[in-house]
C-alpha cells in the first residue's frame, strides 16, 4: 500500500499547491482545464494499451474492462492490407487506394456503420461493435451512480421506502453513464474509422481516439480523477524509463514522496485550510477530532 498512499498524498499535494498558486493570484484557472488533461492522460494510457506490454497489473485489467480485448496491443500489431491474405474483403477495398476527398469519407462513414474492416478484431460491424461498447458502459456508469446515490440516502430511503424510486431515476445518474458511454463508443469509432481511412492498423491511432474520447469527461469533470490518473501516468512511463536504462533508479522514492506531500499538505491544514482538498480536511478534522479547528490561525 505503500506506492499507492504516496501517489495519493502527491495527489492531494498538487491540488493544495494549485489551490494556493490561484489563492495568491499566481495561476489564473481555466474552465474545464481537468477536462483537456485528462484527454492528454487517456491519450497516453490508450498509446500504452495499443502498444503490447505497455500496460501491466491493475491498469491493464482496468483499461481492458473499458475497451475490451479488440483493441489490445499485440506482438506485432502494425498490420496493413498490404501483410493480410488476399481475401475477397481485401481486396474489394483495395479500390478504395485513391486520393482523399469527400465522397470517400462519405463512403467510410457509410461502410462503418454496415461493415466490418478487414483489419478490425470484432466479430460484428463496426457500427454494431461502436454502438454494443457505448450501451454497455452506459448501463454500467448508470448503475453504478443510481448505486451510490442510493447508499449516500440510505436512512432517507429506509423510512421513506418511495424514495428509492427517485434516487434509482434521478438524472443526475445519467452523468457517469454518458461519460463511460461516450469514452468508448468515441474510441472504438475512431479506432475503427482510422483503420477505414488508412488501410492499416497501428497503435498510434490509439493516440487521436484516446484524446477524443477523453473529452466525455465534460458530462462528469472531476480534477480527483483528472490529477490522479495523470501521476499514475508519470509514475508508469517513469518505471518504464528505469527498466530500459535511460532514467536512474531513486532508493525509497515512494517514502520520499510521501514524507514531502505529508509536509504540504499538513502545513496548509495548519497556515490555510481553505486550500485543502475538501475531503481530505475533513478527514483530518474526523482523525483529530475536529482539533484542526482549534488552531488559532490569525
Keep these: ?39 492528454f492522460t487517456a491519450a497516453g494510457y490508450a498509446y500504452l494499451f495499443r502498444c503490447f506490454g505497455g500496460l501491466r497489473g491493475i491498469f491493464l485489467q482496468g ?6 480485448t479488440e483493441e489490445a496491443g499485440r506482438p506485432g500489431d502494425s498490420r496493413s492490407l498490404e501483410s493480410e491474405a488476399n481475401t475477397p474483403a481485401v481486396q474489394r477495398q483495395d479500390a ?10 462519405v463512403r467510410f462513414l457509410k461502410a462503418c456503420l454496415v461493415q466490418k474492416h478487414a483489419l478490425c478484431l470484432h466479430q460484428h460491424s463496426c457500427g454494431r461493435y ?29 423510512r421513506t421506502p418511495s424514495r428509492l424510486l427517485s434516487c434509482i431515476a434521478n438524472k ?8 463511460l458511454g461516450g469514452f468508448v463508443g468515441i474510441f472504438k469509432f475512431v479506432s475503427c474509422f482510422l483503420r477505414w481511412l488508412r488501410d492499416q492498423d497501428s497503435e498510434i491511432h ?28 508519470g509514475e508508469l512511463l517513469y518505471m518504464k524509463g528505469v527498466e530500459a536504462g535511460y532514467l536512474p533508479c531513486i532508493t525509497h ?23 485543502v482538498k475538501p475531503s481530505y480536511w475533513a478527514f483530518l478534522k474526523r482523525v483529530s477530532s475536529k482539533r484542526l479547528l482549534q488552531l488559532n490561525r490569525r
Design 96 to 105: 478504395r487506394r485513391e486520393n482523399f476527398t469527400f465522397s470517400r469519407l
Design 206 to 233: 490509439a493516440l487521436p481516439a484516446g484524446f477524443l474520447a477523453g473529452l466525455c469527461m465534460f458530462f462528469y469533470p472531476s480534477w480527483s480523477i483528472s490529477l490522479y490518473l495523470t501521476v499514475k501516468l
Design 172 to 179: 443526475n445518474n445519467l452523468a457517469l453513464g454518458a461519460f
Design 253 to 275: 522514492a515512494d517514502s520520499l514522496l510521501y514524507a514531502v506531500s505529508t509536509a504540504v499538505v499538513l502545513h496548509a491544514c495548519v497556515v490555510e485550510p481553505h486550500n
Design 1 to 39: 500500500r505503500r506506492g499507492l498512499l504516496a501517489v495519493y498524498m502527491f495527489n492531494v499535494a498538487l491540488e493544495t499547491l494549485f489551490n494556493m498558486a490561484v489563492a495568491r493570484g499566481l495561476v489564473r484557472t481555466r474552465k474545464h482545464i481537468e477536462v483537456l488533461l485528462f484527454s
Design 63 to 68: 483499461v481492458r474492462f473499458l475497451l475490451g
Design 130 to 158: 461502436c454502438v454494443q461498447g457505448c450501451a454497455r458502459m452506459f448501463g454500467i456508469g448508470y448503475v453504478a451512480q443510481a448505486a451510490i446515490t442510493v447508499l449516500s440516502s440510505i436512512r432517507t430511503v429506509v
